[in-house]
């Protein structure tokens, strides 16, 4: 039997290179946005630190230490962390009131044409909207990237941001946004095709033509095209922080078993 060699030191380093860097890459390859993550705590002046009104503050000075005022958080709307954050009309404190709000706005929809696509469909095109946690987050719409031009025969159909679905329906908050989220799901704008299924959906009865139903809102459906839309949405964010994670414990503990069985795997890809 033929015995085979057993790595070298130097094959050993050049997989945990490869390893580290592949796992590197991963983790910077997706832009953050740092703001949406950030808030700017008050700045309190030597006067007002002194005087009552310090006290009602989320932060205060009290012999040269930082006192924090847990019972007075700023809410939504007022800089907290989640406020720059798309949620799809998650985590507001009355969510029973805002899927309400949000099935008015939808129940106004009664076709495609309501959203702006008044003209025949244009062909759909090859590329797709990416998850809002892979990218999608700083991705154009397709209509503003370069060498669009609906003048074209061959021109793809453009996409529903959320900018223009609130001009649409005359809509804002966290309300719009749930409406929103059940048309483009975890991606930050929403298709033609999708929406005339979502929809027709939202309509019990009637034809898919043009995206328009036949029949009355049906608000059961439209709830659960929301819920569709959140799942897919804190799905891809739970899959990119999950692999985020995964790699960045093997870049700061290099040891443990996961890390050593994909050197392993490298290790053998090189021999």
Known sequence: SIIQPRPTIMTSLRSKAI????????????????TAFTFTSPTIAPSTVKSRAARSTLFALKKNR????????????????????????????????????????????????????AKPPKRRGNTKPRHRAWGGESELPVQSKPNYDESN??????????????????????????AFVALAGGAKYAE???????????????????GRGGGQFNEAAFEKSVKAGRVALFTGWGSFLSIT???????????????????????????
């Open 192 to 210: 033609r095709e999708v929406c005339e299924e979502v929809v027709m959906q939202w309509r019990s009865g009637g034809d898919s033509k043009g």
């Open 66 to 117: 930082v006192i924090v005022d847990l019972t007075n958080i700023p809410e939504s709307g007022s800089g907290n962390l989640l406020e720059k954050v798309f949620t799809g009309g998650s985590f507001e404190n009355d969510s029973a009131s805002t899927l309400v709000e949000a099935a008015k706005i939808a129940s106004k929809i009664k076709s495609t044409k309501d959203l702006g696509w």
């Open 245 to 271: 994670t995964f790699f960045a414990t093997c870049i700061l503990f290099p040891t443990n078993p996961a890390s050593k069985y994909f050197e392993s795997l490298i290790e053998k890809a090189l021999q």
């Open 19 to 34: 390893f580290l860097g592949a796992a590197s890459c991963i983790i910077i390859s997706r832009p953050y946005d740092i």
């Open 153 to 178: 025969e061959k021109c793809v159909e453009k996409w529903l941001t959320i900018e223009d679905f609130c001009a649409k329906t005359k809509s804002s908050g966290p309300a719009a946004d749930a």
